[in-house]
């Protein structure tokens, strides 16, 4: 079955970095679009970023130049490479993959941004 199990999250200061790391089994990894997504407390779950299987990336406005999503289909694992945090970016951050017409989500990693 399709698992996906994030890692990565943590407490951060703003201006700080972090990476996630998303390790996914049960489908061929290399060739579907891979995304990023993050929830806030009261607020919908909202599109980061997505690569495609030809790693074409695709970025949300508010993290434009910040952040980095890439993957490595050797090791099943996308990434987010996130940058000059703000602590806006706090939230929970959740992996997809959409097979045919089902989303698959992962457990998600809390990111928070604090002094």
């Known amino acids: 079955q399709v698992q996906l199990v994030e890692s990565g999250g943590g407490l951060v200061q703003p201006g700080g970095s972090l990476r996630l790391s998303c390790a996914a089994s049960?489908?061929?990894?290399?060739?579907?679009?891979m995304g990023w997504y993050r929830q806030a407390p009261g607020k919908q779950r909202e599109l980061v970023a997505r690569i495609s299987s030809r790693d074409n990336p695709d970025y949300a406005d508010p993290v434009k130049g910040r952040f980095t999503i890439s993957r490595e289909n050797a090791a099943n694992t996308v990434y987010l490479h996130m940058n000059s945090l703000k602590p806006d970016d706090t939230a929970v951050y959740y992996c997809?993959?959409?097979?045919?017409?089902?989303?698959?989500w992962g457990q998600g990693t809390q990111v928070t941004v604090s002094s």
């Open positions: 049960g489908f061929v990894f290399r060739i579907y679009t």
């Open positions: 997809n993959v959409a097979i045919g017409f089902q989303d698959y």
